[in-house]
């Protein structure tokens, strides 16, 4: 299995290798941990090894074109790549859950009653056409999608990364008691199809994701109950470091371990998240704040 270096050997070293072509991997944290910046990281590395890339970016965080341009150059800087390979990504500006939705052929159907929200999923073979709600989508269904439409475009696809799912999901149904049965079958809806689209193009699927107080009581998963756990097996988790790491390296001191399914937070790491350069092993970067 083809596996791309995350340029941080500590990362490789919690996800056996690298990021392996062809499956997803998910990346979670609180907010401001960086999740952003590794999935940039990322992109950049795929792009390295002359893969394309799209980048579905749901939180505006690559709104302007200058913070855009200033973190991918700390990546161009350390490994000093050419100048075309930053074109091999593509930034897609997806706001908010329905249009992420017809991104991959859905048209998501929300249901308000009271404080209670209920969802359906449609899957139109065109738009603007009738649609007609079906349950299990086929291979040839999906062709229809702008995803699978861009990545037949692409010379070289590789990756394919939303960032982030949770603002989607939670700017449309609310996080109460209620309304989990609607969230988990929007997740298992979007995730189920984002991933047959993966898998016709032997594609990395990656997405951001908030973290949420483990219920055990022990550090954070990934928000989204146990659909989001159960399709994206493999996770990268980022906690700030403990006290005595950031007395010694600073704010930019993180704990990296992988979550995996069904709930078990193993092989835990550092890294340092540092300033101009991102996620390196300890012992390669000045001490310093990251502006998020």
Same mark, same amino acid.
């Given at each position: 299995?083809?596996?791309?270096s ?20 998910g ?6 941990i960086?999740?952003?910046?590794l ?5 950049a590395?795929f ?13 505006a ?23 075309d390979? &930053? ?28 404080a ?9 073979? &065109? ?25 037949? &475009? ?45 898998n ?13 107080k ?44 992988r ?30 704040s990251?502006?998020?």
């Open positions: 299995m083809t596996k791309i995350t340029g941080c050997v500590s990362i490789d070293r919690i996800i056996n290798g690298g990021v392996p072509l062809g499956t997803p991997i990346i979670y944290g609180l907010q401001n960086g999740k952003s910046i999935a940039t990281q990322i992109a590395r792009a390295q090894e002359g893969y394309d890339v799209i980048y579905i970016d749901t939180e965080f690559y709104q302007l074109q200058e913070d855009w341009d200033r973190i991918f150059s700390w990546f161009e800087h350390r490994w000093d790549l050419d100048s390979v &930053k074109d091999k990504i593509e930034i897609i500006q997806l706001r908010d859950l329905f249009a992420l939705g017809r991104f991959f052929g859905i048209e998501f159907q929300l249901i308000q009653e009271q209670r929200v209920s969802a359906m999923a449609k899957f139109p073979k &065109k738009w603007g056409s009738k649609a007609t709600k079906v349950t299990h989508q086929s291979q040839d269904w999906i062709t229809y999608s702008q995803a699978y439409k861009d990545l037949g &475009k692409c010379e070289k696809p590789g990756l394919v990364i939303i960032d982030s799912i949770t603002v989607p999901l939670k700017s449309k149904i609310s996080s109460v008691t209620q309304n989990f049965p609607a969230r988990a079958s929007v997740i298992q809806t979007l995730l189920d199809t984002a991933l047959v689209v993966a016709e193009f032997n594609v990395s699927f990656l997405i951001t994701n908030h973290g949420t483990n219920p055990m009581g022990y550090g954070v998963q990934p928000w989204g109950g146990g659909n989001m756990i159960y399709y994206i097996k493999r996770w990268i988790g980022i906690m700030s470091g403990l006290k005595a790491d950031r007395e010694l390296f600073g704010d930019q001191i993180r704990r990296i371990y979550y995996r399914w069904p709930g078990l937070m193993t092989t835990t790491d550092k890294a340092l998240l540092a300033l101009d350069t991102g996620y390196v092993d300890m012992g390669q970067a000045d001490t310093g990251v502006q998020l």
